[in-house]
Structures are given as C-alpha cells and as structure tokens.
C-alpha cells in the first residue's frame, strides 16, 4: 500500500479537533479487552473530511495474535473504504504519555503517512508531535 504523505506543509489539526478526537478515544479505551495485562488504550482515527474511526486494543492469550488500539482503528477504517488521514488519538493511563508501538507506528506511516499523533493520558496531559518523530526512518514502498 502507498503511503499518503502530501507534498508541502501538511495542515494540522486544529485544537478542538485534537481534544474531540482525545475523547473519543478515552471512551474506545473503555471497551478494551486487556484480561491479561490490564493495559486499556482506546485510539481514534480522523479522515481529512472529518470521519473519525475509534479502536481499542484486543488482547489474546497467545500474546502474539494481541491487536493494538491504533491498529484496529486502521484496519476499521480501511475496511470500511476510508482513507486520507490525517490524524490519531491515542488515551491510555500510565505513568507516562503512551506513543504508538514499533508495530503500530509501521502500520499508521504505511496506510496515512506523516500524520498528526495525539497522545492523552486520564489526568489531563496531552502531547502533539508528527509520526516522522516516532518513526525518523520508516520502512515502506520507496524501500522495496
């Protein structure tokens, strides 16, 4: 699949949209099923038109076939025909603002490119940064 990174300037979300889509992945997290580790995190995912897609992280006792929030949000949505993203939300509850993992970074850079990461935690702290920070030399179609 080819990345959907824009040439120029990419826009940005606007704060409200940030803080809406933080929302909403509070509440997906909620739905996590995490039995075995008790790590809940909810993701939300938004089009450049405003469709906002949520997921929240699967958890299975052979650990391996465990699906993280922001690889189901991706995977909701590409089912679903959507594309052209520009931004996700990811809420979990730890002692430090929780990125995207290696796996899931690899999965949002290859189906929206470089786009906005919003992170939250349940006490209020939030963190904006682009996927290229957390993932400065991404592996994609340009290497094949």
């Not at 949002?108 to 702290?125: K, N, Q």
């Amino acid at each position: 699949m080819k990345s959907r990174r824009r040439a120029g300037r990419p826009r940005r979300p606007t704060r409200s949209m940030l803080k809406a889509m933080a929302a909403l992945a509070i509440e997906a997290r909620e739905r996590a099923q995490a039995p075995y580790s008790g790590f809940r995190v909810g993701a939300a995912l938004k089009t450049r038109n405003g469709e906002i897609v949520t997921g929240c992280n699967i958890e299975n006792a052979s650990y391996g076939l465990t699906m993280c929030a922001e690889r189901v949000a991706v995977f909701k949505a590409v089912s679903e025909g959507l594309s052209d993203f520009d931004a996700v939300a990811v809420a979990a509850d730890a002692k430090r603002l929780t990125p995207p993992c290696g796996p899931c970074r690899q999965i949002l850079w290859e189906y929206c490119g470089d786009i906005t990461v919003h992170l939250v935690d349940l006490r209020g702290r939030a963190r904006t940064l682009r996927l290229r920070e957390l993932l400065p030399m991404p592996f994609d179609s340009g290497n094949l």
